[in-house]
């Protein structure tokens, strides 16, 4: 068995709040803040060189999950996220009531 397959685990000090991230192999944002990094092509791959940071700029109810949308503030790349268990509910409740404030603005 080569460790090539064996799925990788990162930890990472957020960029954006310095939050102390437990890496699952599927968290690419930060729970505390829900800020990401444009590290993925594709979920997981960790193929994109860009490297930019990624701000939450919408999220949304669909069905029983929380989407995050993520935009990246290099390339301007959106990205869709699934909210997790793990994701501090307080921040996603905050910030969805950021969005809401910000569309009634509008
Ligand atoms: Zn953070
Ligand atoms: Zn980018």
């Not at 000090?13 to 505390?32: D, E, F, I, S």
Request: aromatic share 6%; net charge positive.
């Amino acid at each position: 068995m080569s460790k090539r397959f064996t799925k990788k685990r990162e930890d990472f000090n957020c960029a954006n709040c310095g939050a102390q991230v437990m890496g699952t192999g599927y968290t690419n944002h930060c729970p505390k803040c829900l800020w990401s990094k444009h590290v993925d092509i594709n979920p997981g791959d960790r193929a994109e060189e860009c490297g930019g940071m990624m701000k939450p700029v919408d999220l949304y109810m669909e069905g029983q999950n929380w989407v995050l949308i993520h935009e990246c503030e290099r390339c301007d790349t959106k990205k869709r996220n699934i909210i997790s268990t793990d994701d501090d509910f307080d921040e996603v409740i905050k910030l969805s009531k950021q969005m809401a404030d910000k569309k009634m603005k509008k």
